[in-house]
Each structure stands twice: as C-alpha cells, then as structure tokens.
C-alpha cells in the first residue's frame, strides 16, 4: 500500500512536467522514495542490533575499619602510609580490574578511612559481599583485616560462594603480656537475704606473672582478693546478697601489671536482679524419659525456679497444691489432675507421648472441652504459626529445626485446633497440617500449655551441634515456661528485651498489650521511652508487625543506666510499665588486639586466594596483578524503534535537499 500511494502521488505530481533527461526519471525517483521512506517510518519498525560488550574481571575490597585494626605497636605507621598505600594500590588493580571499594564493622559500609568500630563480623560481611559476585565475571574478595572476629557467624575456613580469596593481613600478631578477665558467671536472678556466687576468670598470656589482684565493687560490696595464677589461669568466687529487691550492678577489675599494652580487657561488669520469691514448679512423670532432662534443664539455669521431680506413682494431691507450675509427662489427666487444677487455678504443661496420647484423655474439665482428636501418630516436623504474639520463636532456629530427627506426634484432620493456639504447627512430610506440636490456652486466672510428642532431647542435642550451645532450645523452653509463669489477669502489658546489652547494638524491644479477656490488642497505639539521667534520649511509637505484637529497635546507646517507660493506649484506657535497662561498655574491639595471621593464611589457602601482610603488601600486590583475569565477552542484542534512530531522518532530509537542488537547477521551483 505504502509503495502503490507513493507510486501514484508521484505520478500526479510530474505527470506533466516537462524535465530533461536524466531529470524526468531522477526527480521522480527522488520523490517517490522520500514517501516511500516516510510511509515506512509510519509503521513504527522494530529493528535488532547485535552489539559485543566486554566485562573486565572484577575485583573487590573488604576493608576491616574495627579499632583494634590500628591498636598496635604500629598503628601510627598504619595511619600514616595505610591509606595512602591502599588508594595507590586501588589506582594499580584498575587497570585490570573493576574494583569496587568496601568496608565492615558490624555491618557491611562504604569506606570511611576512620577505624572507629567496636566490633567486626567478618564471616557475616564475606556472606554478603560474596552475592554481589554471583553471575558475574568475578576475580574474587581482598580481604584487608586482622582476623579479630568478635560479632555475628563463626568464621569459615571454606567459603563457598568465593572463588578466590585474597587476603592482606593487617595489625600486630605477636602476643604482648597480657592479663583481661575471660569470664563472669552469676545467676540472672538471686533472692534476698541470701547469698549468691560471682565467679570470675582470670587469664594471662605472654607473660610470667604469678598474682594478681581482683576486686569486685557494687552499691554495698567492695572486696579485693590475691589470688595465685596456675598455667596463665585463675578463677576467683565472690558471694554477694541484697536485704531488697532491685537490680544490683557489679564492677570487676583485675590490677594492671607492669609491660601490659591492653588494660581495656582488665575490667568487666554484670548485674544481678533480687527477687523476694521463689517459683515453685512441679514435673509429674509417668516412667523415666530423657524428654523430661529436655524440659527440665532450661529451668534450672534460673535461680528463681524450684523444680522438684515426682514420679506418678509417688505423687499425690497435696504434694502440689501450693506450687505454681505443674508439668505432667506422659499423665492422661485424671480426676485428680483436674481437682488440682481448678482449686488452685495453677498453670499447666502437658506433655503428651504415644504411650499416654491426648486422645486418650478422659478428662471432661471446662477448660479442656471442644478439643481436637488426634486420629494417628506421625513423625513430623515444625513450622511457625506466624499470627501467634504471645511470644517470640526464632525463626532461623525454626528453619533449621526441619533438619533435626522429627517429633514423634500425633496428627489431626480436623481444620482447626480447638480450644488450642498454635505456637508451631506440624509438617508431615511435605503436607502442612493443622495439627499443634506446641500450644496454649488461656481460661479466666490460668494458663495451659500443651506439647505434642517426644524426640525434644534431640532437638536440644542437634541445637547444640548447629549453634555450639543449648540456648537456642533451652530459649524457646524458657519463654514457654515465662508465659504459663505470667499472672494472667495482672500482667496485661508484657515487654521483652535482651537481657545483657552491648554498647551500640541493636536492641529489640516486644511489646504485646492486651484487653480484659487478655486477647492481644490489635491496632493499640504503643510508645516506648528511654531516659538517661531524666533527659530523653529515645521516644518512638512501636511498629505492629503482627496482630497485638509490636517491635522497636533501639540503636545507638552509649554504655550507662538508663530507664523505660512503656505505654499503651486503646480506647480511653491506657496500659504503663517502666523499668530499668543496662547497657555495658564491653568495647569487643579492645579484648583481644593480637591479629590472626595463621587463621587468615588457612582461609586464603582454603579459597584458592594470595595470602600476604601488611610487611609484604608491595610483593602481595605484584602478584595479584600477574595472575590471569580474562575479560569475558557478552554478545548483547537489542531491539529499538526505526523512530528513534537519527539517520532516517537525514536519509529524508538528503533526498528532498536533492529534489529541491535539482528543480531549483531547471528552474522549476
């Protein structure tokens, strides 16, 4: 169509001209592919360009900004020629790199050239630098630090995601004499008029010292004590008590001694709160079972709980009237189960076990009725029930949970709980279930728990395996038991927040409200307030992340004491709870300042890396720049519109230039 309008307005127009030759033929031509051209432009064509980009290698530079980078014998020669060096040796590398310049602490940043933070992650750091490679024409991570790593994951000798690690060790590895406290141990919570142990480890290194002197200072204690160091190591126990209740601060120091380079490691602090009473918490038990062990060593690591063992058999009515949490494992609840129940009003753990199921509860109580019915038993494993706020499970430890041996539980295909909330849900297999592994239940003063199944000791083994420590099951067991502990009609306001904090961390703070019938407030309007010395240094509304549970993250306090005030407003009626919070200067950087060059070596080695230090930066860098870093070449197509390209347009322009110069020449314009 486009050629056949062309052709025809071009045979109107010089249909009776009278050109010359080669002009009767040339001018036409010119006119008849000028429309050609803009009739094609008309279309809107689509075209496709093929283009070869090079991708030069790249290369980046995690830079350790911690202080103890430049708390050495050397640091002012580092100060001086460190940052200099470094910006020349970036300038080298681009010439056949494409350097990207990076810098960690606790987090990863950009380069700031000052070493100012407290402490360094740098497992946690290469994690995160290393997706920034992925899919790319990577020549690896140089990894500029001391190997001081004192925050987040353990380091790694293997790093997956890294191919080629690169690494310039910096700082002083030789070990100076030195003499830091190690470790302070108490318990949270002590009683008062009674006595309880600080106990504090002494360690010396490089050195020859034989005594030291340790002295521990609180608002009505001051001791000092010499004692004998054998092997480099001490320990030393202090007793300490309060006549009141509070929270009691506890300053320990070790005396410096001559030719120590670090004294910032010879004092520590801890704190200890007072209580006036003991939990009373009873643990029922059909027959001997290592679930209980699991259940039951949580509760020891707090003072404040007394947890006395009764086996069913021995046990009888009165022994438990008076105690303030029952745990019955594997007991089907019987009359006199439930008599001490409902005189008491006392909360209630039940454990269930395929020997003694739920289902095969014969107990009629009010606040057991409308129960599901478990139909068969199965191994499962857990996952969270996210609308759940009456406390907090860690979802990482959740995540790897899935991995661990699974419960022996039993399933129901009802498609709800019952009278129960879900805390964790069970997975069969792939299939999601609406079964409860770990429940609760509120009824008017009490507060009833059930857990689902055995095979809990080897999720506390197998926590310990992935975290080097108990605590994140023994966690989960300990707010389990904080919850059913909670006086269900007075404590409407419940706040959480870590127990020891650190200068500068991040400090979560939880908040759950709740109305009469302690059901979680929704859409409340919740404040949080920290005051230093009366003046506010941190006034924000809380965050609902979840129906009735809200979270702040306080960052930035410097070490002192400082107070809280939570408020909750729903309606016209206001909830208020304050307390006090300590932040400690435990300044991590500053412990230890010797730099891990051997560890740093075997990473390097490890990741198919060059390994060099501060001493050998020069030789480190010539090598780096001999290895071999092709440039990959990506063949990219593109497409565009012919609208958008400029020559069209000069082609139009040239063919009505050169009718309009032609008609011109014969006079004909």
């Known amino acids: ?7 025809l307005v071009t045979f109107f127009a010089y249909r009776k001209s009278a050109f010359d030759k080669p002009y009767k033929y040339v001018l036409p031509g010119l006119r008849f592919l000028t429309l050609v051209f803009i009739g094609i432009l008309l279309l809107n064509p689509i075209i496709k360009e093929t283009a070869i980009e090079e991708e030069r290698p790249l290369l980046i530079w995690l830079q350790d900004e911690s202080e103890s980078v430049m708390q050495h014998v050397d640091s002012a020669e580092y100060q001086a020629n460190y940052s200099t060096w470094k910006k020349q040796a970036i300038e080298q590398l681009e010439e056949k790199y494409d350097i990207v310049s990076l810098a960690f602490g606790e987090t990863v940043h950009s380069p700031t050239e000052k070493y100012a933070d407290q402490s360094s992650a740098i497992q946690d750091a290469l994690s995160q630098v290393a997706q920034q490679t992925l899919g790319r024409n990577s020549a690896g991570i140089i990894l500029a630090t001391d190997g001081i790593l004192n925050s987040g994951t353990r380091l790694s000798t293997r790093q997956s995601a890294i191919q080629g690690l690169h690494v310039l060790a910096l700082g002083d590895s030789t070990q100076y004499f030195d003499v830091a406290i190690s470790q302070v141990l108490n318990n949270r919570i002590a009683y008062t008029g009674n006595t309880t142990p600080i106990r504090v480890a002494v360690e010396a290194k490089g050195g020859t010292a034989r005594n030291v002197s340790v002295s521990l200072k609180g608002t009505n204690e001051n001791f000092t004590q010499v004692v004998s160091l054998n092997g480099g190591k001490a320990q030393i126990t202090f007793e300490v008590g309060s006549d009141s209740a509070g929270t009691q601060r506890y300053e320990v120091e070790v005396g410096a001694l001559g030719g120590e380079r670090n004294v910032s490691n010879n004092r520590a602090s801890t704190f200890i709160e007072f209580v006036e009473k003991k939990r009373t918490i009873h643990m029922v038990y059909q027959a001997p079972h290592p679930d209980i062990s699991a259940f039951r060593l949580p509760l020891l690591d707090d003072e404040a709980n007394d947890v006395r063992l009764f086996a069913l058999s021995d046990w009888s009515i009165e022994d438990s009237k008076e105690a303030d949490l029952l745990v019955f494992h594997s007991v089907n609840p019987t009359n006199d189960v439930e008599e001490v ?9 039940f454990i269930t076990t395929p020997e003694e199921p739920y ?12 129960a599901p019915s478990p139909d068969r038993t199965a191994d499962v494993t857990p996952r969270i029930n996210p609308s759940l706020s009456a406390f907090q499970v860690d979802e990482d430890w959740i995540e790897r949970a899935v991995d661990f041996p699974p419960i022996n539980g039993e399933v129901h295909s009802e498609q709800n709980s019952g009278i129960w909330e879900a805390v964790m849900l069970a997975n069969v297999g792939s299939v999601k279930t609406n079964t409860p592994i770990v429940s609760v239940y509120t009824n008017d003063n009490q507060r009833v728990a059930w857990v689902n199944g055995e095979g809990w000791w080897r999720w506390r083994s197998y926590s310990y395996s992935q975290y080097s420590s108990h605590q994140m099951f023994d966690g989960f067991v300990q ?5 059913l502990l909670t006086n269900s009609v007075g404590d409407r306001l419940e706040v959480d927040f870590p127990e020891r904090v650190n200068q500068n961390e991040s400090i979560l703070f939880t908040v759950r409200p709740k109305d009469a019938a302690m059901n979680p407030l929704e859409d409340a ?37 400082y107070r809280y005030k939570v408020s909750s407003q729903y309606g016209d009626e206001v909830l208020s709870e304050t307390g006090e919070l300590f932040v400690e200067n435990l300044q991590l950087e500053r412990i230890d300042t010797r730099a891990r060059f051997g560890q740093l070596q075997g990473l390097a080695n490890a990741n198919g890396g060059l390994f060099g230090t501060y001493s050998t930066r020069d030789e480190w860098l010539n090598e780096l720049m001999n290895q071999e870093a092709p440039t990959v070449l990506h063949e990219v197509v593109s497409t565009d519109s012919l609208l958008k390209k400029w020559w069209p347009y000069l082609l139009i322009a040239l063919l009505l230039t050169a009718e309009w110069a032609l008609r011109k020449r014969e006079g004909q314009v």
């Open 341 to 349: 129940m409902q005189e008491a009003s006392q909360s209630v753990l």
């Open 1 to 7: 169509m486009i050629i056949g309008v062309a052709a």
């Open 359 to 370: 289902s095969n509860w014969d107990l009629a109580a009010r606040y057991l009725r409308q």
């Open 525 to 561: 309007r919740v404040n949080l307030q920290i005051t230093k010395e009366g003046q506010v240094v941190f006034d924000q509304r809380l965050t609902e992340n979840r129906p009735g549970r809200y979270i702040s993250n306080v960052q930035g306090l410097n070490a002192g004491d």
């Open 479 to 483: 707010s389990l038991y904080r919850w």
